[in-house]
């Protein structure tokens, strides 16, 4: 009977033992985290939510994909991902001045949440450094984008000082101002002449509202005959590409090096003859879905939470390499 006794406590004791474990793995099973994006029809972010959810069917957790175009829809996103258990959501906000109110929502329903591609600013415009962040560095690749058109333009064999630039500027975004803040500085390094540079300002992020900025300075400035061209993405540069190609300017007369290496570069890359497009400066759009998902997902079921500010740097993509840099970075 004593040994029948001992036995028994053992199995129990064991039993217990093993509670946590057993709740930590249905915890783990269990875990919900959205992903919202800002522009959804965009390749760059099919990208990134298409990672998350191959992370999450790998690692066992759901990934709920929303959008995000403006305040009103993320809130309403939000409490989406309330209704159905999500425990937190990575988001690309449509305004980074929203931080504080998602930050807010996000509290009170319990969530945690961290910024892929744009960072949170609070009201005084400062990053949240309270909101872990994962992005590229905006002025070093605008910096690498100034640096591939300063070579293509000595390749070329153009005077420097008889070249326009085009810069597709949106100053609301930080990390748009970053970017062509850096292509502009690298240009001015290498010898371009600042009254030769013309902003376009844009009103969203797209082809379409690129191509209406950069219309009006083409006709303007007809004068000259070699343009250079850079924005916050590829989808703005080849806005400026499709206006200059309508002022009669050829690829000769044209370099428009982007930023993302998407599936808008990948189309303009595969046109029968080359374009204005000379390249982009390539980031894992993939890596950026999959590690922004990995560490919500690690913060949530481990209590680890990530660094403040993760950034990345790209790679040059142009129309002679752009699929084996596809493979390299995993577009």
Same mark, same amino acid.
């Given at each position: 009977m004593r040994s029948l006794r001992k036995l028994k406590t053992l199995a129990i004791s064991a039993s217990f033992?093993?509670?946590?474990?057993?709740?930590?793995?249905?915890?783990?099973?269990?875990?919900?985290?959205g992903f919202i994006v800002k522009k959804p029809e965009q390749a760059w972010f099919i990208n990134e939510q298409s990672a998350a959810t191959e992370l999450g069917?790998?690692?066992?957790?759901?990934?709920?994909?929303?959008?995000?175009?403006?305040?009103?829809?993320?809130?309403?996103a939000i409490d989406n991902l309330?209704?159905?258990?999500?425990?937190?959501?990575?988001?690309?906000?449509?305004?980074?001045?929203?931080?504080?109110?998602?930050?807010?929502?996000?509290?009170?329903y319990d969530m945690k949440v961290v910024t892929v591609d744009d960072r949170f600013v609070n009201a005084d415009g400062e990053?949240?450094?309270?909101?872990?962040?994962?992005?590229?560095?905006?002025?070093?690749?605008?910096?690498?984008?100034?640096? +591939? !058109? &300063?070579?293509?333009?000595?390749?070329? %064999?153009?005077?420097?000082?008889?070249?326009?630039?085009?810069? $597709?500027?949106?100053?609301?975004?930080?990390?748009a101002k970053e970017r062509t803040d850096g292509a502009t500085d690298a240009l001015m390094d290498a010898g371009f002449k600042k009254d030769n540079i013309f902003d376009a300002p844009q009103q969203n992020t797209d082809t379409s509202s690129a191509f209406a900025a950069a219309s009006p300075v083409f006709s303007k400035q007809s004068k000259y005959?070699?343009?250079?061209?850079?924005?916050?993405?590829?989808?703005?540069?080849?806005?400026?590409?499709?206006?200059?190609?309508?002022?009669?300017?050829?690829?000769?007369?044209?370099?428009?090096?982007?930023?993302?290496?998407?599936?808008?570069?990948?189309?303009?890359?595969?046109?029968?003859?080359?374009?204005?497009?000379?390249? +982009? !400066? &390539?980031?894992?759009?993939?890596m950026h %879905?999959?590690?922004?998902?990995?560490?919500?997902?690690?913060? $949530?079921?481990e209590g680890e939470k990530p660094p403040a500010n993760t950034q990345t740097t790209g790679k040059l993509m142009t129309r002679d390499n752009w699929q084996q840099v596809r493979d390299e970075l995993g577009l």
């Open positions: 033992a093993c509670l946590p474990l057993m709740s930590a793995h249905a915890a783990q099973e269990d875990t919900t985290i069917k790998k690692d066992g957790f759901e990934v709920v994909k929303l959008s995000g175009v403006d305040g009103q829809e993320v809130l309403s309330h209704s159905q258990g999500a425990q937190g959501f990575v988001i690309c906000p449509p305004d980074v001045r929203l931080g504080p109110v998602i930050k807010r929502r996000a509290e009170q990053p949240m450094k309270d909101v872990p962040h994962l992005g590229m560095s905006g002025y070093k690749i605008g910096q690498q984008v100034g640096n +591939t !058109i &300063a070579k293509q333009i000595k390749a070329r %064999g153009w005077d420097m000082d008889d070249v326009a630039a085009l810069r $597709i500027s949106n100053y609301e975004l930080p990390t005959k070699h343009w250079v061209i850079y924005a916050l993405n590829e989808e703005s540069v080849l806005g400026g590409v499709r206006a200059s190609e309508q002022y009669g300017l050829t690829a000769d007369d044209v370099i428009g090096v982007g930023i993302n290496g998407s599936g808008a570069a990948f189309a303009e890359f595969s046109r029968e003859k080359p374009t204005g497009f000379y390249g +982009t !400066i &390539a980031v894992s759009s993939t %879905g999959r590690q922004s998902a990995k560490n919500l997902y690690n913060w $949530i079921t």
